[in-house]
């Protein structure tokens, strides 16, 4: 069992004040930073190998507030005075052990010697931090945390994968469709040229964002050219114009001299002159031009007209 009687929490070394057991001890002071530990083992061992050892959940912080535990390990009669110490943080307990896994560990180096009557002292600055409170460790060369950005909150182990960008979302190496998560899932290609694009397996046995290439059709194929394309810097279609005058057909009967203009589109000159009604006292003296036949229509005037 780890939790032995010769570890205390420093509360009965208030009353102690400098004048320390019999024995010695070694006074513990833990500092923490953004990341609350979720419990730490503190060990000690005389150069006999003699060795013992406490776990400390959160639960049993005393001052979380002020971010420190402080504990004191007693020497015990039979030990030796040169003793070694080790602080260790895990990031889960149960039952009142330490369980899960160790994200850091610190020692004292050197065994330290512990006077007789008095305290040593051990202080440790644990790492781990959790800067976007997410309550993921973030991982560092020293720190086994799982955090691959302490930035964000929305990004660490257990979210789903962002299948658009180039953030690992769920923190577990794979970026966007290289993520197995990502199969067949919207992405962007980031080419405005294509549509729907997704998540397909590619070359090579990888996935790659694959999208259909868009479409582009001229406005009509008499003024211009059938050479249309898509500007991937904006994913408009550019359309190719036939050069100006060229001839064309306006699909207007009335008109005559059908050529392309500079705006790419077909016009004629009106070469059809309404302006003989059947006769000019019942009828208006202009009418209009049929597209389709060219012939000339008139309106009739009211029936009241003299």
């Known amino acids: 069992m780890r939790h032995l009687g010769f570890f205390g929490l420093l509360l009965a070394l208030a009353a102690c004040r400098e004048k320390g057991p019999a024995d010695g001890a070694v006074k513990v002071s833990i500092s923490y930073g953004t990341y609350t530990p979720a419990c730490l083992r503190v060990s000690a061992w005389d150069t006999d190998g003699k060795r013992s050892e406490t776990d400390i959940p959160r639960g049993a912080f005393k001052t979380p507030g002020e971010r420190r535990v402080t504990v004191a390990v007693f020497r015990k009669p039979d030990w030796g005075r040169e003793l070694s110490m080790e602080v260790a943080s895990y990031d889960a ?25 008095a305290f040593e002292t051990f202080e440790v600055t644990l790492e781990a931090q959790d800067d976007d409170g997410d309550t993921h460790v973030r ?63 590619g070359t090579s046995s990888t996935v790659e964002c694959v999208g259909t290439l868009k479409t582009c059709q001229p406005p009509n194929l008499v003024c211009y050219t059938n050479e249309s394309v898509c500007n991937p810097a904006t994913g408009e279609c550019v359309h190719t114009q036939q050069l100006p005058d060229k001839t064309c057909n306006d699909e207007d009967a009335c008109t005559s001299g059908d050529q392309c203009g500079m705006d790419a589109s077909c016009k004629g000159t009106p070469s059809v002159t309404c302006n003989s009604p059947p006769n000019m006292a019942c009828y208006e003296s202009t009418g209009t031009c049929d597209k389709m036949t060219a012939a000339c229509s008139y309106t009739p005037k009211p029936a009241t007209v003299s």
């Open 139 to 201: 991982k560092t060369d020293t720190v086994a945390g799982t955090d691959c950005d302490d930035t964000l909150n929305t990004v660490h182990p257990g979210l789903p994968e962002v299948c658009t960008g180039a953030r690992d979302t769920d923190c577990d190496g794979a970026t966007a469709c290289a993520d197995s998560e990502c199969l067949d899932k919207t992405c962007d290609d980031k080419n405005p040229c294509t549509l729907e694009d997704r998540c397909r397996p």
């Open 93 to 117: 307990s149960a039952d009142g052990l330490c369980t899960g896994n160790v994200l850091e560990r610190h020692g004292s180096g050197e065994p330290m010697t512990v006077p007789l009557g």
